[in-house]
């Protein structure tokens, strides 16, 4: 077999489709976010980016600097090993106390990654409950999907935030039968955010655990930032809780929090925990104080939202196709992976606007978009432009 050629070919169909992803080389300017360099075939250009996961621009926080300047001073750069292996610092022991206090739960668990964190809870879960069922949301992440498929055991597909077609399917269980409702707080293409209370009531009734990802709303929600669960006064409720250090908390590495039983669990067994180097303590060291920052102030969290509201507003106005949702997600429906492309690539290449294309498979064939997240440190002027440069560009783009 010619194995470049098969592959070759796999690649230029994807090509072909416009689902071939291209990175942009592109250096934030430090303490200036959303500001950045980006390198093209052209050049260096100064570019405003309106599509980070960093969503708080925590990042770029000065005490969240200050701490990663003295941890790498104190301790160097890399955590030496595993957790087991001489991988555990005072940080990583500090940080998950953090997470457990922020979250109401008796301990923490600290990973690489939320998607490292999902897919080694939920795959160790399944396998240490004899005839586990995971009744798992049909939006949810690749990651719940991972984790759920390697677990080996029983799945089911309930319709998307469904509470009727959840029940159904729990129903149809037997009572005795070992259940985990997986889900998410907020949906980050779409937007939109689970009824948890509603969906803890049902795990009541049917004896079920609950498995949260808030991923995309821990920092951001809550008076703490605990996430929608905190928001909505359900927290206690929830099971187990995942979460990020990446997005809301502007670093690195995932989580999970939950009674000490649980996470002693997956510790224990989870293959992705056990065989992994922790995380860098210069990494923690910012995600404490970014946590430790986030737990007690509300700037951020009021100018985001005032952001997300302006932009929302002004896009509506200028009648572009955005998908309502109440969360701080704002899509720009395109429907078509060629022009996705092409708006961006317009946006970027004339207007300095860095928006990226959003295909499948991370949203169905059909449903591409850009995928616009406000910060808080983008001014009326940056919107005005944004506004301005994605209706023009939206008009001369064919589609």
């Known amino acids: 077999m010619d194995y470049t050629s098969v592959l070759e070919f796999q690649l230029e169909e994807l090509k072909q489709e416009g689902r071939y992803r291209y990175f942009l080389e592109n250096a934030r300017c430090a303490g200036a976010f959303p500001q950045s360099m980006a390198r093209t075939a052209t050049g260096e250009m100064a570019i405003t980016v309106w599509c980070s996961n960093d969503y708080l621009g925590m990042g770029q926080h000065p005490k969240v600097r200050a701490a990663m300047h003295e941890a790498i001073e104190r301790v160097g750069a890399g955590s030496g090993g595993t957790r087991n292996i001489s991988g555990t610092t005072h940080y990583h022991v500090e940080l998950e106390r953090e997470l457990a206090d922020l979250h109401g739960k008796e301990t923490a668990l ?116 605990g996430g929608i669960a905190e928001r909505d006064g359900v927290m206690q409720r929830v099971d187990i809780i995942n979460g990020t250090l990446a997005k809301g908390f502007g670093v690195m590495g995932g989580y999970i929090a939950a009674s000490r039983t ?54 509506a106005r200028a009648k572009l196709p955005v998908i309502a949702g109440p969360s701080h997600i704002v899509p720009v429906l395109v429907s078509d992976p060629v022009r996705c492309k092409a708006l961006s690539d317009t946006l970027l290449r004339e207007h300095g606007i860095y928006v990226q294309p959003i295909n499948y498979p991370t949203v169905p064939r059909g449903a591409e978009r850009l995928r616009i997240t406000p910060a808080p440190q983008h001014t009326d002027a940056m919107i005005d432009a944004l506004v301005l440069a994605l209706t023009a560009s939206w008009q001369s783009v064919p589609g």
């Open 110 to 225: 600290v990973f690489s990654s939320a998607f490292v964190a999902n897919e080694a809870a939920l795959s160790t879960l399944a396998q240490l409950l004899p005839g586990c069922v995971i009744l798992s949301d049909e939006k949810n992440h690749a990651s719940m999907i991972a984790g759920i498929r390697n677990g080996r055991g029983a799945k089911i597909i309930f319709r998307h935030n469904d509470l009727e077609d959840l029940e159904e399917k729990l129903a149809a269980l037997p009572p005795k039968t070992p259940k985990i409702i997986a889900f998410e707080s907020v949906y980050s293409m779409d937007g939109n955010i689970a009824t948890i209370g509603a969906i803890s009531d049902l795990a009541d009734r049917y004896n079920a655990l609950t498995y949260l990802d808030e991923v995309h709303a821990v920092g951001l929600y809550g008076p703490r930032g």
């Open 262 to 315: 649980i996470c002693d669990a997956v510790r224990s067994f989870a293959p992705g925990f056990i065989f992994t180097t922790s995380l860098s303590p210069v990494i923690v060291a910012g995600a404490l104080a970014s946590i430790r920052h986030l737990k007690v102030s509300q700037n951020e969290r009021d100018t985001h939202r005032d952001r997300v509201r302006a932009v929302k507003q002004r896009l």
